[in-house]
């Protein structure tokens, strides 16, 4: 069996994703939390992240791995070698795509999509909007339609991070919440 390593897989994968109109890509993109790291994380529909697996890899971190992704991104991908093409099935949750890549006799790498990935049911909305820095969620929320209204565009400059994003949690409508999470989507698409 020819096997992959982490450098091969990502190169097919992102060669691939670059393909998805209207496509946005980050490599190696750190949670708020900074307990995970995405190995590629595309934006366009919604923000999707993709975690590597090589033939090489173990995949006992998945189990802290997971949770961080599952708080932070809206649909997530498990992209492995054909090492643990069976296996992986019963380790990552039922709504999670699957990716299997494997080396064909050209010696390029296929990746065939065992499973594709559903909306995560475990998204926070506070992790999701730490995605973005402190200076571009304190400039969304001083807009009218989140939090311009009720608080000062000075009052929210001078609120830590957290405290913003906490207030928008408490204060927004869901209706208004997915507008903004369209905002993260959109400014993480074009910065």
């Not at 400059?157 to 928008?168: A, C, M, N, S, Y």
């Not at 409508?173 to 369209?182: A, V």
Request: aromatic residues 8%.
């Amino acid at each position: 069996m020819n096997k992959l390593d982490d450098k091969q897989i990502r190169k097919a994968l992102v060669s691939r994703v670059s393909t998805y109109k209207d496509c946005k890509i980050y490599e190696e993109l750190t949670v708020p939390s900074g307990r995970a790291r995405a190995d590629v994380v595309a934006v366009n529909g919604h923000v999707i992240a993709y975690e590597i697996k090589s033939d090489f890899d173990s995949i006992k971190r998945l189990e802290t791995q997971i949770p961080e992704y599952d708080r932070n991104f809206e649909m997530n991908y498990i992209v492995v070698g054909s090492k643990y093409a069976e296996s992986i099935v019963d380790t990552v949750p039922e709504y999670w795509g699957i990716i299997v890549a494997t080396k064909t006799r050209l010696d390029t790498v296929r990746l065939s999509f065992i499973r594709k990935a559903r909306l995560n049911p475990n998204h926070s909305f506070k992790d999701f909007v730490s995605l973005l820095s402190s200076n571009d969620i304190k400039r969304i929320a001083s807009r009218d339609e989140f939090l311009g209204r009720k608080i000062t565009k000075s009052q929210i400059r001078k609120l830590f991070k957290q405290d913003v994003i906490k207030t928008l949690d408490e204060t927004l409508s869901e209706k208004i919440k997915s507008l903004l999470k369209k905002e993260v989507r959109m400014h993480m698409k074009n910065s």
